[in-house]
């Protein structure tokens, strides 16, 4: 797994960002999930396809998974919410989506599956005071699922994290090769929910309520302007995480000190525009054979840093 499936993953599997990618999606932006309402969920899709004789199971891992339980109108809601996480355009996306909600549901069946295992004849189920007897119909048994059984909804979001136009299909139609249109009426689509920096305009990145929606308006527009961009925004702090995620997933190199929680963007990058400077100025002299000892006075004189700083920079052997 490289630094950026990690760093990616940790950043997404905080409940607060990950809340704030769901609401932007499904509400608009509205704070309708809530962090504390989300609670994690093993990533790891195992299920025994119906009709498999061999019983050899499918196993497939998300990126990040969670159940939302929560009262939305009295009501209970309860939602499973998966993301996968893109730093390159995965052209099967219906597919590979499609599978991981086909799996969770049959996982939710399998359990219940499980649950009416010793019930061939009858179930007991204690309701209040009272003890109701269910009997499952030859149907339900075989099934593994009564009638009256419900299922949990899934829903799947894909984070592109490039400032690339994401070209591949975002249904399942757009996969298929058939010239007979009449035939799609009998197949199901299924449709990839995206979140990507390109589709969004400036107006979608105030939707977010966490450092979420500078870190995508960054990543818009990582590749050109991105100074510009952190220069005019009132949202020039970012956590600790947004930076260390920032970093692995884009070439900005922010500076910021190990114990520094609150990362000041603007500092960030003229420090590391200044390590940019001092770096080539480096590699200069080097090339006219100045000697180490003159490097490091010429530098500490022309941008006014400590000699260890320098030193660090000049040579693995003498930092």
């Known amino acids: 797994m490289g630094v950026i499936d990690t760093e990616s993953k940790l ?31 093993d990533t790891t899709e195992i299920s025994v396809p119906y009709g498999n004789g061999a019983r050899v199971p499918i196993q497939k891992s998300r990126d990040v998974l969670k159940i939302w339980s929560a009262m939305t109108d009295g ?25 991981y ?35 499952l119909t030859s149907a339900e048994f075989l099934s593994g699922f009564r009638k009256e059984d419900k299922i949990i909804p899934i829903i799947t979001l894909t984070v592109y994290l490039s400032a690339e136009e994401w070209d ?15 035939l799609l009426k009998f197949i199901p689509n299924y449709w990839v929910n995206l979140i990507a920096p390109t589709n969004m305009n400036d107006n979608d990145f105030d939707k977010f309520h966490t450092d979420l929606g500078l870190a995508m308006k960054v990543l818009k527009y990582q590749n050109e302007g991105v100074v510009e961009v952190i220069q005019s925004t009132n949202h020039k702090k970012i956590d600790r995480d947004t ?30 525009t200044k390590k940019q400077r001092i770096v080539g100025a480096i590699e200069a002299m080097k090339r006219l054979n100045t000697s180490d000892p003159d490097i490091v006075n010429t530098i500490m004189d022309m941008f006014d840093v400590t000699r260890d700083y320098v030193l660090a920079l000049l040579t693995p052997k003498m930092a």
């Open 75 to 99: 009501r209970a809601v309860y939602v499973i919410l998966g993301s996968e996480v893109q730093d390159k355009i995965h052209y099967a996306m219906p597919v590979k989506n499609g599978l």
């Open 101 to 135: 909600d086909m799996l969770g549901y049959a996982s939710q069946v399998n359990e219940s599956r499980k649950s009416y295992k010793n019930d061939s004849k009858n179930a007991d189920l204690s309701i209040d005071n009272g003890t109701v007897k269910i009997k």
């Open 11 to 41: 950043y997404f599997s905080k409940n607060s960002i990950f809340a704030d990618m769901f609401n932007f999606k499904l509400y608009n932006g509205e704070n309708v999930i809530k962090a504390h309402e989300l609670r994690e969920l």
């Open 168 to 182: 591949g299909p975002l249904d399942l139609y757009g996969m298929l090769d058939i010239e007979d249109k009449e």
């Open 243 to 272: 930076a260390v995620f920032l970093n692995a997933v884009t070439n900005l190199g922010l500076e910021f000190q190990e114990k520094e929680e609150a990362i000041d963007m603007c500092k960030a990058m003229e420090d590391y």
